[in-house]
């Protein structure tokens, strides 16, 4: 019982750590754009006392129930410490000396400030773009590199204990499969990124095989650098667009996508939801985890309108008044449940 409490006092600590660091680093970055870059510095809604509250709240919730989880079984503690913490001290320097680029991008409203080297014919015209106001969007080694330590920042530390609320509904639905005697599970994260997810999953479900897809090649490197050194079987990792994969159909027992939704419009978005469908094995379950929205986070609404005036998102808006449960529904999914932990909406949604 006393390691128990020790290790929870050590998460504890942990997570209120990284929170303090994420606040301390906007809030200085904050007031040098106002010294260096004023022109640049986003207009907000004002955050009241009542809604600071709200957002503490919450975020203790998701605190707890990650927890809570570690402790039931469905994912050792031990991941709730894991971090490349050495390479994220070693690249927050870069973080700093890329603010003046992205004050420059802010100021002059450069939303496709990319690569001169980069084959713009085999991307999207959608995934053109500085998400984030990012340098290089998502097309370079430097943005796969700083990527992590900035989405860690941006969610006061928060990122990957919301990545997990994917790794119980997976779990879940592999057991189905187990239990009828399929032990050759075949999981997919789609827009996989530098691989934060799979680590997550895989972690937890030692015995299953993982395939990685995403648009990017660098942040495929990236992905593959930080999950392939590792013990375990080597991630298959595919470079292509979540609306046509080339994978045949029934192929994974389950499927996650963490943070894309709001970056595509809703066209997209739509296509991405079918062609999961189409891939995704009878019985096997689709696990959205993406911002909250308007209609199950009203509260939260503020928040929400300051991300899409501080960061350049240009579908988030369209995002958070779409109906995520609907274009599920469309594309044949059934069972559909959603539950929202602090900033991100997880769905769980199944193919019968």
């Known amino acids: ?38 022109e640049a510095l986003p207009r907000g809604s004002d955050i009241g006392k009542e809604l600071l509250e709200d957002l503490r709240t919450s975020m203790m919730e998701l605190e707890q129930i990650d927890w809570q989880e570690a402790e039931a079984g469905i994912y050792p503690k031990s991941l709730l410490f894991e971090a490349p913490w ?3 001290f070693t690249k927050y320097p870069l973080v700093w000396l890329d603010m003046p680029s992205i004050w420059e991008r802010r100021r002059e409203r450069k939303i496709r400030d990319l690569p001169k080297n980069i084959k713009e014919e085999i991307y999207p ?14 097309l370079s080694d430097h943005s796969a590199e700083i990527y992590d330590i900035q989405v860690e920042i941006l969610f006061n530390g928060t990122a990957d204990s919301m990545r997990r609320r994917v790794v119980s509904p997976i779990k879940r639905s592999l057991a189905r499969f187990m239990n009828q005697g399929d032990r050759n599970l075949k999981v997919l994260d789609v827009a996989t990124g530098t691989g934060r997810t799979i680590q997550q999953l895989r972690v937890a479900l030692p015995n299953v095989d993982f395939y990685g897809l995403d648009l990017s090649g660098a942040y495929l490197k990236k992905a ?17 667009n979540a609306e046509n994969m080339s994978f045949e159909d029934n192929k994974f027992n389950a499927i996650s996508c963490v943070f894309l939704f709001h970056e595509l419009p809703r066209v997209a978005r739509q296509n991405v939801i079918n062609e999961c469908f189409r891939i995704l094995k009878p019985g096997g379950k689709f696990v959205i985890a993406d911002s909250i929205q308007m209609s199950d986070s009203p509260q939260f609404i503020p928040v929400m309108e300051n991300f899409r005036t501080f960061f350049h998102e240009p579908y988030y808006l369209d995002y958070v008044k779409d109906d995520i449960e609907e274009r599920l529904t469309s594309s044949g999914f059934t069972n559909i449940e959603g539950k929202s932990h602090f900033m991100t909406r997880v769905w769980v949604a199944e193919k019968t």
Do not use: C
């Open 224 to 240: 593959s650098k930080y999950l392939n050194n590792r013990n375990g079987e080597m991630v298959q990792l595919v470079k292509g």
């Open 125 to 138: 015209d959608y995934y053109l773009q500085n998400f984030h106001h990012q340098t290089d969007g998502y």
């Open 86 to 88: 050495i390479e994220w």
């Open 1 to 38: 019982m006393a390691e128990q409490n020790l290790t929870k006092l050590a998460y504890q600590t942990l997570q209120q750590g990284k929170s303090i660091a994420g606040l301390a680093h906007k809030g200085l970055s904050t007031k040098l754009m106002e010294l260096f870059a004023p």
